[in-house]
């Protein structure tokens, strides 16, 4: 069965460091999205991505976050400068046009020191 | 804008006991519904999902859900906990762009 995957799966970085974590979605989805989980809380929607542009962004996606879509496979999410709060589990997830159905990865752990 | 309660933080239940979770959405239009599990270390998996049609909705691992329009409710169920169902549990409304909203989580713990 196909599924979502994401690299690495945990990443430890130094404050104010750049950090770019990847994600393959599944081949045939067309929508791409990215979501945190801070330690102990709910899981928090970012941003979705639909023809190569951001659908939909929350207030905690600022200007030092940044998706691509490299190739036509890779799926990335860019924090520029980290702060210790941006510590968290990012899950990326992918879905088809016309479904409501997300698939998520296993998520990427970031520790910022 | 589109809301998810979970009133249950924690619950205990012994192995082979029933189980309900519980959970309420809050959404202008016609939903869509999902509980999602997470194990330890883990990522979500979808365990069942309502879009419309018939409001008892089946799952993997043999949960089952039911939803309520007039309680805005769509509580998961399962006849007889295992103890490898321990986990948490997430119950989500998508809404504009497909945009996720997640309950805060329950933590399920199976006692032998």
């Known amino acids: 069965e196909p599924e979502v995957t994401q690299t690495p799966s945990h990443q430890v970085t130094q404050m104010g460091q750049e950090v770019i974590l990847r994600c393959v979605p599944i081949?045939?989805?067309?929508?791409f999205y990215w979501y945190r989980q801070i330690l102990g809380q709910k899981v928090e929607f970012l941003v979705s991505f639909y023809n190569n542009e951001i659908s939909e962004k929350s207030e905690i996606f600022d200007d030092q976050f940044s998706v691509e879509r490299p190739d036509g496979s890779n799926f990335t999410l860019k924090i520029r400068s980290t702060k210790l709060e941006d510590s968290a589990m990012y899950f990326c997830?992918?879905?088809?046009?016309?479904?409501?159905?997300?698939?998520f990865g296993p998520g990427t752990r970031l520790t910022v020191l | 804008a589109q809301s998810v309660t979970q009133p249950d933080i924690h619950i205990t239940v012994s192995e082979g006991a029933s189980l309900e979770l519980r959970c309420n959405y809050s959404y202008g239009a016609t939903p869509y519904l999902f509980w999602y599990v997470q194990s330890p270390g883990q990522g979500l998996q979808l365990l069942l999902k309502y879009f419309s049609g018939d409001t008892l909705v089946q799952g993997i691992k043999g949960f089952e859900a039911e939803f309520k329009r007039s309680q805005s409710s769509f509580n998961l169920r399962k006849p007889s906990v295992h103890w490898s169902d321990a986990a948490e549990y997430f119950c989500a409304v998508v809404g504009g762009y497909q945009k996720v909203t997640f309950g805060i989580g329950t933590k399920l713990q199976v006692i032998p």
């Open positions: 081949s045939n989805h067309l929508y």
């Open positions: 997830a992918s879905g088809t046009l016309g479904s409501a159905t997300q698939y």
